[in-house]
């Protein structure tokens, strides 16, 4: 592995352990309308984000200001652009996912993020022409092989999946594709975005406003290290990752959710289940083994 690689291939992975493991205080305030958490979540992590630039990073706002305004019109009408459609991407990703989890079955919500990598290799293959080598492609072929056997049946279920996966795949494309602007800054500018995009839906369907402290404190549990410090991070690891690479990581996410599912809330998992999640983490292994054999060569 090149010097310095790692740090993004890590980067890459923390995001999916994290976002995997984010049932346990979804499943906290279950007592609460889904999208409540989600505006509130949405709030919150504006408050925090716009809090961390404007005490600590002023001085890289300023710069990202200047380099916005020296851009010539048309760069700046694409990063305007990029910077709307990402946070109406990723707004679109938690909106859908939410829906799917409580409305149509969990199943579906959780089957799309195996459907996602497969989408984002392909979008970076076809959109930004990256290379997909035997070996990655084999990887790919076994992660095929396993979202098969995980796949119910209804047409219903993988429709939705599709919607969820497709969501999140193009903003990772888009990620990758929006350069020279400091990554926090941009992350505080589609929260931003994304609080203007379901501000109607709050202030016409919101019920009263909560003042549990339990639900607050869960809310900037969910906003900091949920949301903020992982979407940080992924958009880190696109700087020397491609979105490829990144995508197939994104399976770690059902691999840990499962985990939490069978050791933390206790629910029984069947044989075939079993087998196509170590399927999945097989195909992680193979599609990131030059990474891994860096890593390991570099400590050795």
């Not at 829906?99 to 199943?107: D, R």
């Not at 396993?146 to 219903?156: C, D, K, Q, R, V």
């Given at each position: 592995m090149e010097k310095g690689k790692s740090k993004f291939f890590i980067a890459g992975i923390v995001p999916y352990i994290i976002w995997g493991t984010m049932s346990i205080p979804l499943r906290n305030l279950k007592g609460f309308p889904p999208q409540e958490i989600l505006y509130y979540r949405i709030f919150a992590s504006i408050i925090v984000v716009w809090a961390s630039i404007l005490l600590f990073r002023?001085?890289?706002?300023?710069?990202?200001?200047?380099?916005?305004?020296?851009?010539?019109?048309?760069?700046?009408?694409?990063?305007?652009?990029?910077?709307?459609?990402?946070?109406?991407l990723i707004t679109g990703n938690w909106f859908t996912y939410?829906?799917?989890?409580?409305?149509?079955?969990?199943?579906?919500?959780?089957?799309?993020?195996?459907?996602?990598?497969?989408?984002?290799?392909l979008c970076g293959f076809v959109l930004l022409k990256e290379q997909l080598t035997k070996i990655k492609i084999i990887a790919l072929a076994i992660?095929?092989?396993?979202?098969?056997?995980?796949?119910?049946?209804?047409?219903?279920?993988?429709?939705?999946a599709i919607l969820i996966a497709s969501f999140y795949a193009v903003y990772i494309i888009l990620l990758k594709v929006i350069k020279d602007v400091d990554k926090f800054n941009l992350l505080g500018i589609q929260l931003i975005l994304s609080g203007a995009i379901i501000l109607p839906g709050y202030l016409m369907s919101s019920g009263p406003f909560p003042i549990v402290t339990s639900f607050w404190l869960h809310i900037f549990l969910i906003a900091i290290v949920f949301t903020i410090i992982p979407l940080f991070l992924n958009a880190y690891a696109l700087v020397g990752m491609p979105s490829s690479a990144l995508g197939i990581l994104i399976y770690i996410n059902p691999i840990v959710a499962f985990a939490v599912a069978f050791f933390y809330f206790k629910e029984n998992i069947d044989i075939h289940q079993l087998f196509a999640y170590l399927l999945l983490l097989l195909s992680i292994v193979i599609f990131n083994a030059h990474l891994l054999k860096g890593m390991i060569a570099k400590k050795v």
């Open positions: 002023k001085e890289q706002l300023q710069k990202d200001f200047v380099h916005f305004k020296v851009l010539p019109s048309g760069k700046k009408k694409r990063l305007l652009l990029l910077t709307i459609l990402s946070a109406f939410i829906y799917a989890v409580n409305s149509v079955s969990l199943k579906a919500a959780a089957f799309a993020y195996m459907v996602c990598p497969l989408i984002t290799a992660a095929l092989i396993s979202i098969i056997l995980l796949a119910t049946g209804s047409l219903y279920e993988v429709l939705w």
